[in-house]
């Protein structure tokens, strides 16, 4: 974090935004500066993210950021880039590392290439997914660039044909193998390439069905089990491969990495699904969970993020 002649350091709370995922993350950065003030020792500031980020940010001059955007422009190195720019520490990825985490494509390609295991995808038209099925179901269809589940498509074998998908969805979409099992997840912590980064611990995710944005955001939408009570090689994997995509993607500060796990065929049945280099921080979330059970508090768990800010992400 940057350091200034104010006494109490001033820390900038980004939330809202402009992005299909504003309200997730107004509870994400309400939690958080909560959390901060709990803590104690920062001036914590609420900044609610519109077009006029640049000139708020230049009038209140903070010493660092806790980034709390989810979606577009707040995880794609949009916002990344700009507080660069103007020179101001912030947490969470930098700007090569956010853009490509949230392609989902290209982190596949990141993740190929460090040997991590993935399913098959491609990228097609919205109106060709709707016209045909582009792959034998079951399959999957999602933007390429959002998160939190915002418009995500099971196609079942026994569905009768291609899915209709919603004006919302974007131009271009992803279709990607389905893969079957548990769900699983695991964040890392880590502040430098190459340095100190490590997994906290492996969580399942018990739903009654898709883990779907209202299962990932609404009380009893979910049940976590934490840490999983999995067999200890694949814990392990899970750990493995969370730290490998996080420093595969160069990302800083905490990350979170999903997986999929058909536990019929042992150690091959991990499917690693993607990495959210904005993780939520909301009162259901999954990293803070983890962090708390590795003997971190929320509270301490935000203000590492708040000491780990920097530039030159």
Excluded at 40 to 60: F, K, P, Q, S, W
Excluded at 71 to 97: F, I, K, N, T
Excluded at 118 to 124: A, E, H, N
Aim: glycine letters at 10%.
């Amino acid at each position: 974090m940057g350091t200034s002649s104010r006494t109490t350091p001033t820390v900038a709370v980004l939330l809202g935004g402009l992005s299909a995922e504003r309200e997730v993350s107004l509870s994400t950065g309400r939690a958080c500066a909560a959390a901060l003030r709990e803590h104690g020792g920062y001036n914590v500031v609420e900044v609610d993210a519109g077009r006029d980020l640049c000139a708020v940010l230049t009038d209140l001059n903070p010493d660092a950021i806790l980034n709390c955007l989810h979606g577009r422009w707040g995880e794609d190195g949009c916002v990344q880039g700009l507080l660069e720019w103007m020179g101001l520490p912030y947490s969470h990825s930098g700007v090569l590392a956010s853009a490509l985490a949230m392609d989902k494509q290209r982190s596949k390609e990141v993740y190929r290439s460090a040997g991590l295991p993935v399913v098959d995808s491609v990228i097609c038209r919205k109106a060709e997914v709707m016209a045909q099925h582009v792959m034998p179901p079951p399959y999957v269809v999602k933007p390429n660039n959002e998160g939190s589940s915002v418009g995500v498509y099971l196609v079942n074998a026994e569905n009768n044909g291609p899915p209709q998908l919603d004006d919302a969805m974007p131009e271009f979409v992803m279709v990607e193998t389905y893969a079957p099992g548990r769900e699983l997840t695991t964040t890392v912590m880590g502040s430098r390439a190459g340095g100190d980064a490590r997994a906290l611990t492996v969580t399942d995710i018990i739903t009654t069905g898709w883990y779907d944005y209202d299962a990932k955001y609404k009380e009893g939408g979910s049940t976590h089990v934490v840490p999983a009570d999995i067999p200890q090689d694949i814990f392990d994997l899970c750990l493995d491969y969370a730290l490998r995509a996080h420093e595969a993607l160069g990302c800083r500060g905490v990350s979170r990495t999903d997986f999929r796990w058909d536990e019929t065929r042992g150690a091959d049945g991990l499917i690693l699904l993607e990495t959210n280099t904005q993780p939520g921080m909301t009162a259901t979330s999954l990293s803070p969970e983890q962090a708390q059970s590795c003997g971190m508090s929320f509270p301490d768990f935000c203000a590492w993020m708040v000491e780990d800010a920097s530039c030159g992400r």
